[in-house]
């Protein structure tokens, strides 16, 4: 039940009460659970095999009945299948004829651990089945009785709800798919019936996932310029869904997606998207951690990202986390505000002139920042595997990254996430580290440990933490919690801890950064489109070279 679309976010007291009254079905191949124009009692739950619906070609309902009453009875088998029900009955199962057989036309296949069928005919008494479901070779399914089913939801409101919070989702995913495949249609007729066809442009279908409102607003006015050129017409259509395996379907009709830092885009979905004839993944940021490569490759679609768009803006933003935890400002802002103008020690920083500063990863946005940092006065030091001429030449020093740890009095964080950097700041490091230590990390949220940082907090170790990334942000970063629980300790723990300054991932988001990504995107998209680079050949690729 958990693994199913319809029950995956159902209460336990539901999951509860549908569990006592599944029972188990072992079919073997042509097995059949629900014959064509039957009512139908009840609905069923995949554990393993496949079902294939069939209908039946025949000319009339009494033809249908004489192949219905065709099918072979399983008598001798019953002691195969398990007990159902406190009186420990067998459930008896009929076979597919080959009369049955020779006149259906298949019609789809079920499969996947999950996979629910039946279950809305089954809210209502006599509804008719559409077609036959029987096994395709050995199958493993779970029967679920319809007045049983309704019994069980129309006894407690919460299990009412959380079936009509089931149906509301699936309604609204496929009304989104079917929207989608029937403007499809619409464009295609609507581009076959241009009489001059060297002189229409390419058209290129685009769904923005995450899509808040700055999105909304920056790429409209660009892409309306963009599509005065004849070369290519881009028509991008907005969501503030992620992208997930279940949304993924909200993008059949379109040619390209358009993704941001916390869209899964992982094996399920882009199997999903490869299905729809999605081929162009366009990240409208640099990182692409949340892309499974090997899965995109696969399905050969092509991954272009944003490989810059303001590093200063990034490296300011360090600074501006810096300033604001060694000098209170916050702290200082909302006491002025309550007219309370008094200092005391809880407002005292520290000068950062003579201050030992350590950044570790010297990237384009570090070199930025060591740049800024030299301004300081500060005494530099770097850590990272490729040593920047650059930074050695304005004075930094590199040195190892337990160096970094016992020497700075400030720690920016500014490496990628990546298997040999995640958890950079972890329990067993907390003893090297400076007492009293500012961190920075407006990189990735994977690089710290958030338990190990609390406990650098609560002892004293770590002075002052400024953030702009959260290691489990994906949930909550974007999106408007106000009026919700938080669920997760750790992010409130943070939240509540007045040593503690955290952004919502805003370091990018400056005028001049958001304009290079919407420029670039655009440009990833048309040079897919009407050069034709794919894959490695397009100059923004992400995917890896294999080995």
């Given at each position: 039940l958990?693994d199913?679309?319809?029950?995956?976010?159902?209460?336990?007291?539901?999951l509860?009460?549908?569990?006592?009254?599944?029972e188990p079905?072992e079919?073997?191949?042509g097995d059949?659970?629900?014959?064509?124009?039957e009512?139908?009692r009840n609905?069923?739950?995949?554990?393993?095999?496949?079902?294939?619906?069939?209908?039946?070609?025949?000319?009339?309902?009494?033809?249908a009945?004489?192949?219905?009453?065709?099918?072979?009875?399983?008598?001798?088998d019953?002691?195969?299948q398990p007990?159902?029900?406190?009186?420990?009955?067998?459930?008896?199962?009929?076979?597919?004829s080959?009369q049955l057989k020779?006149?259906?036309?298949?019609?789809?296949?079920l499969?996947?651990?999950?996979?629910?069928?039946?279950?809305l005919?089954?809210m209502?008494?006599?509804?008719?089945?559409?077609?036959?479901v029987a096994a395709q070779?050995?199958?493993?399914v779970?029967?679920i009785?319809?007045a049983?089913?309704?019994?069980?939801i129309?006894?407690?409101?919460?299990?009412a709800?959380?079936?009509?919070?089931?149906?509301?989702?699936?309604?609204?995913v496929?009304s989104?798919?079917?929207r989608?495949?029937?403007?499809?249609?619409?464009?295609?007729?609507?581009s076959?019936?241009?009489?001059d066809?060297?002189n229409?442009s390419?058209?290129?279908?685009?769904?923005c996932y995450?899509?808040?409102?700055?999105v909304v607003?920056s790429f409209?006015?660009a892409?309306?310029?963009?599509n005065k050129?004849?070369?290519?017409?881009?028509?991008?259509?907005?969501t503030t869904?992620?992208l997930?395996?279940s949304s993924a379907?909200?993008?059949a009709?379109?040619?390209?997606?358009?993704?941001f830092?916390n869209?899964?885009a992982?094996?399920d979905?882009?199997?999903?998207?490869s299905?729809?004839g999605v081929?162009?993944?366009c990240?409208?940021?640099?990182g692409f951690d949340?892309v499974?490569?090997?899965?995109?490759?696969?399905?050969?679609?092509?991954?272009?990202?944003v490989?810059?768009?303001?590093?200063?803006?990034?490296?300011?933003m360090?600074i501006?986390?810096?300033?604001s935890?060694?000098?209170k400002?916050?702290?200082a802002?909302?006491?002025?505000?309550?007219a309370?103008?008094t200092?005391d020690?809880g407002?005292m920083?520290?000068?950062?002139?003579?201050?030992?500063v350590?950044v570790?990863?010297?990237?384009?946005?570090?070199?930025i920042?060591?740049?800024?940092i030299?301004?300081?006065g500060?005494?530099?030091i770097?850590?990272?595997v490729f040593?920047?001429?650059?930074?050695k030449?304005?004075?930094?020093?590199?040195?190892?990254?337990e160096?970094c740890?016992?020497?700075a009095?400030?720690l920016?964080?500014?490496?990628p996430?990546?298997p040999?950097?995640?958890?950079?700041?972890n329990?067993?490091i907390?003893?090297?580290l400076?007492?009293g230590v500012?961190l920075i990390?407006?990189?990735?949220?994977?690089?710290?440990?958030t338990?190990?940082?609390?406990?650098?907090l609560?002892s004293?170790v770590i002075?002052?933490?400024?953030?702009?990334?959260?290691?489990?942000?994906?949930?909550?970063f974007?999106?408007?919690?106000s009026?919700?629980?938080?669920?997760?300790?750790?992010l409130e723990s943070l939240?509540?801890?007045p040593r503690?300054?955290?952004?919502a991932?805003?370091?990018?988001?400056?005028?001049?950064?958001?304009?290079k990504?919407?420029?670039?995107?655009?440009?990833?998209i048309?040079?897919?489109s009407?050069?034709?680079?794919?894959?490695?050949?397009?100059?923004?690729n992400?995917?890896?070279?294999?080995?």
């Open positions: 958990q199913t679309s319809w029950f995956n976010q159902a209460s336990e007291s539901l509860t009460a549908l569990s006592q009254i599944m079905i079919a073997e191949d059949i659970l629900v014959h064509e124009g009512d139908i609905f069923f739950v995949m554990e393993s095999g496949v079902l294939a619906r069939t209908k039946m070609s025949v000319d009339s309902a009494q033809q009945a004489a192949v219905q009453a065709s099918t072979i009875g399983d008598d001798a019953d002691a195969k007990a159902i029900g406190g009186g420990g009955a067998k459930i008896k199962l009929q076979r597919q080959v020779q006149v259906s036309v298949p019609v789809d296949e499969f996947g651990r999950g996979r629910v069928t039946g279950l005919h089954a209502e008494q006599d509804a008719k089945a559409f077609a036959t070779g050995s199958a493993k779970w029967r009785d319809g049983h089913f309704r019994k069980v129309s006894e407690s409101p919460q299990h709800l959380d079936v009509l919070q089931a149906m509301a989702h699936e309604l609204r496929g989104k798919s079917l989608g495949l029937i403007q499809k249609q619409r464009h295609k007729k609507k076959g019936s241009s009489g066809e060297s229409a390419k058209v290129c279908r685009v769904l995450d899509a808040t409102s700055w607003e409209k006015p892409l309306a310029a963009l050129d004849n070369a290519l017409e881009i028509e991008m259509e907005f869904e992620r997930s395996p379907t909200f993008a009709g379109y040619d390209a997606v358009c993704l830092v869209d899964d992982g094996a979905a882009l199997q999903t998207l299905i729809l081929h162009l993944i990240m409208r940021c640099a949340r499974d490569m090997k899965a995109a490759k696969a399905f050969g679609m092509t991954v272009a990202r490989p810059a768009y303001s590093p200063y803006a990034v490296a300011e360090a501006t986390l810096l300033m935890v060694n000098r400002i916050i702290k802002s909302n006491r002025v505000k309550m309370n103008f200092l020690q407002l920083g520290v000068d950062i002139y003579g201050k030992t350590a570790m990863g010297t990237g384009k946005i570090g070199r920042l060591c740049n800024i030299k301004g300081f500060a005494n530099l770097c850590f990272d040593e920047s001429e650059s930074v030449a304005i004075g930094g020093t590199y040195v190892s990254k160096e740890f016992r020497q009095d400030v920016f964080l500014m490496m996430l990546l040999a950097t995640r958890h950079t700041i329990e067993e907390l003893p090297q400076k007492k500012i990390n407006t990189a990735r949220g994977g690089l710290v440990d338990k190990a940082l609390l406990k650098g609560r004293g002075g002052g933490v400024g953030m702009d990334v959260y290691e489990n942000e994906a949930e909550y974007f999106q408007d919690w009026a919700m629980t938080i669920q997760d300790t750790d939240l509540g801890n503690v300054l955290l952004t991932h805003q370091a990018f988001f400056t005028k001049e950064a958001v304009e990504i919407v420029a670039t995107t655009i440009d990833n048309r040079d897919y009407v050069k034709g680079l794919r894959g490695q050949a397009h100059p923004n992400c995917i890896p070279v294999s080995k």
